[in-house]
């Protein structure tokens, strides 16, 4: 069985930064893409930024967070960052990581096979 456990989310000021990580295992672990998704109250979860699988570590990030988010990975650690800079009350939300078995380049959450529980970032003004 495969897990994602996020950690690294908090209470922030709006201009703040702030480090998610989540760390995959399970016992045949691999993926195509893993990456982070959000969901503010009484939205939809909403694609935050996804990194491809070993040799071109391919990035994609959702236009509301290009020159602000960060995403990177470790692959010996099965292990995907998002810094966060210039926060936003905006950004205030549910993240989660996830990763995709089948698709290189995923960015739609219907391609992503397994979901983190979630950490929360809130960003006060």
């Known amino acids: 069985q495969v897990q994602l456990v996020e950690s690294g989310g908090g209470l922030v000021q709006a201009g703040g930064s702030l480090r998610l990580s989540c760390a995959a295992s399970?016992?045949?672990?691999?993926?195509?893409?893993m990456g982070w998704f959000r969901q503010a109250p009484g939205k939809q979860r909403e694609f935050v930024a996804t990194?491809?699988?070993?040799?071109?570590?391919?990035?994609n990030y959702a236009d509301s967070v290009k020159g602000r988010f960060t995403i990177s990975r470790d692959n010996a650690e099965n292990t995907v960052f998002l810094q966060m800079n210039s926060l936003k009350p905006e950004d205030t939300a549910v993240y989660y990581c996830?990763?995709?078995?089948?698709?290189?380049?995923?960015?739609?959450?219907?391609?992503?096979?397994?979901w983190g529980q979630g950490t929360q970032v809130t960003v006060s003004s």
């Open positions: 990194i491809s699988d070993w040799s071109d570590s391919r990035t």
């Open positions: 996830a990763a995709s078995r089948r698709v290189t380049g995923a960015t739609l959450w219907w391609e992503f096979d397994y």
């Open positions: 399970g016992r045949t672990f691999s993926s195509k893409t």
